[in-house]
């Protein structure tokens, strides 16, 4: 069942395929809507998390257990090097929380965020930015969100926290998060 191991992530595409990172093996099962259940990508280390899919090009990205931002092409294949992102995952295999850490979401324009990802130099502290913007092309890194806005609750619709395991989404053009340090 595709609910075996350890899930560390989930994410959809246009088709309404289910995409489930498993981080215990390293691998990534696809479950169409009719239920069938297949690999997708497997042999990927261990951990991994995070999960999108780009609904246009059908791109795949996940976070390695290098903590780095990998993409998979449309309809599988081998899984080659986004960027040298430093993202927030639990590579401990003896912890309860292995796996567990940033999770990545795509707006409508296809650009990548990612929770607590160091491979930009913050402008406030502490040494990592809550939210990253990564472009899809190049795998540039900025920051989209620095500690002292998240921080200070001014942002409008904000859900909660900006610590820990941190899950991003959009809803139409507004972000969603959820998630902090609840260990």
Request: with cysteine; glycine share 14%.
């Amino acid at each position: 069942s595709a609910g075996q191991g350890y899930i560390t992530g989930l994410t959809i595409d246009a088709s309404d395929n289910l995409y489930v990172t498993n981080s215990r093996d390293g691998s990534i099962l696809k479950v169409t809507s009719a239920g069938v259940v297949s690999t997708y990508a497997s042999g990927l280390g261990s951990p991994i998390a995070g999960p999108v899919i780009n609904p246009t090009t059908g791109v795949l990205y996940y976070i390695d257990a290098n903590q780095d931002i990998q993409q998979i092409p449309s309809g599988g294949g081998t899984a080659t090097l986004l960027t040298a992102a430093s993202c927030n995952i639990d590579t401990n295999p003896a912890s309860s929380l292995f796996g567990n850490g940033t999770q990545l979401a795509l707006d409508q324009a296809g650009l990548i965020y990612g929770a607590q990802c160091q491979g930009v130099i913050p402008s406030s502290t502490p040494n990592a930015s809550p939210i990253a913007q990564i472009n899809p092309t190049s795998g540039a890194m900025r920051e989209y969100l620095n500690w002292s806005t998240c921080m200070n609750g001014s942002l409008p619709s904000w859900a909660a926290g900006c610590g820990g395991s941190t899950a991003l989404a959009f809803l139409g053009d507004r972000m969603m998060t959820a998630g902090a340090n609840m260990g």
